[in-house]
């Protein structure tokens, strides 16, 4: 047994060859009647799909599930299943990414936080700008609210510099309780050593060649050049340092994060700020 639709693609197929459709539809015990027949499923599916493509163009790096949450805040409330099917009628598969090659070994779990400012992830990433200049960014992060810190662009950044950051941001913020980072150069110099013990920090180093340790901040790492270095183009320093502050303020208060149920690290933080103590854990 075949559905109306195919009938209908047999009928059509059968025409092509010559027959007319009144000896088509006999042969193939069709009626007549069916092949005038329009799904009004398609109508409705259509403005979706058109606002799913509009999405899918501002944020190309997005799959469906994500990309629905943006849906639901227009006003379009639908299921998963639902908008994986308009996204794959649609056409809006995101590119796989090929799968990174695990090792099975025993790894102890890293230090995790249970509130907000108790423990901030911070490391670099390289870019290149039209102009050959090259881009060095700072990244801090607050692993528990995922909330991205700031984002320091210069040429070059050394531990002075780094200082400079996080002091500033101590002064906005408050001081966490530990800092997590790898074993660089500008992160186990003497003068942020003496910087952290002057202001009472642990600094949390991850081993050497372990940088899932930092996997948080290593997630936000390529998220930020999936979704924003890899789809800008810089014509210079200023301009980047112009563009990525912009997508740091997106990333904070408009971008979705599943560990958040699909809050906002800035919603998250005006919703549960107040109400959750350390030593409180997100439910999902």
């Not at 059509?12 to 799904?39: I, K, N, P, V």
């Not at 924003?228 to 112009?242: D, P, Y």
């Amino acid at each position: 047994m075949v559905g109306a639709p195919v009938r209908r693609l047999q009928v059509a197929f059968a025409r092509s060859r010559g027959l007319s459709q009144r000896r088509a539809c006999a042969l193939l015990s069709t009626s007549r009647s069916s092949l005038h027949y329009e799904s009004r499923l398609e109508a409705r599916d259509k403005p979706l799909m058109a606002a799913m493509a509009g999405l899918a163009a501002t944020y190309p790096r997005f799959g469906y599930r994500r990309i629905n949450v943006f849906m639901e805040r227009l006003g379009h409330v639908m299921g998963a299943d639902k908008a994986f099917r308009l996204w794959s009628k649609a056409g809006l598969q995101v590119p796989r990414k090929r799968p990174r090659k695990r090792v099975a070994a025993s790894r102890p779990r890293p230090q995790l936080p249970m509130g907000s400012n108790e423990l901030w992830a911070y490391d670099f990433v390289y870019d290149a700008c039209a102009n050959g200049q090259q881009i060095k960014c700072l990244t801090v992060v607050d692993e528990y609210t995922r909330e991205c810190l700031a984002i320091d662009v210069a040429g070059s950044i050394r531990s002075g510099r780094v200082i400079e950051v996080l002091s500033r941001l101590i002064s906005e913020r408050g001081a966490p309780l530990s800092l997590r980072s790898d074993n660089g150069p500008e992160f186990v110099s003497k003068s942020l050593l003496k910087w952290a013990a002057r202001e009472s920090l642990d600094l949390a180093l991850i081993e050497p060649g372990k940088p899932w340790q930092n996997g948080l901040n290593e997630s936000f790492n390529g998220k930020f050049r999936d979704e924003c270095l890899s789809m800008e183009w810089f014509r210079c320093r200023t301009e980047a340092r112009v563009v990525i502050e912009e997508w740091r303020r997106h990333y904070n208060s408009v971008r979705p994060h599943s560990s958040l149920n699909n809050m906002t690290p800035e919603h998250f933080c005006r919703q549960f700020g107040k109400n959750l103590n350390r030593g409180e854990t997100l439910k999902n």
